[in-house]
């Protein structure tokens, strides 16, 4: 069977950690469908230096 070539990997990194200035990168890899999912992902993932969910979006 053949792999999907629609199926990239992206790199989901913090909002707000980024924006508050605190030490450390909470990073996330995941996979998208780039067929159906045109526009950068944004997913709520937990962030262990600020200890709570946050909204993580895809970075080029």
Request: some cysteine; hydrophobic content about 25%; aromatic content about 6%.
């Amino acid at each position: 069977m053949a792999k999907n070539k629609n199926r990239v990997q992206v790199i989901l990194e913090c909002t707000e950690q980024k924006e508050s200035g605190v030490p450390g990168m909470s990073r996330y890899i995941t996979t998208k469908n780039k067929k159906n999912t045109t526009g950068r992902l944004e997913l709520k993932k937990y962030n262990p230096y600020l200890k709570k969910y946050t909204i993580h979006r895809e970075i080029k």
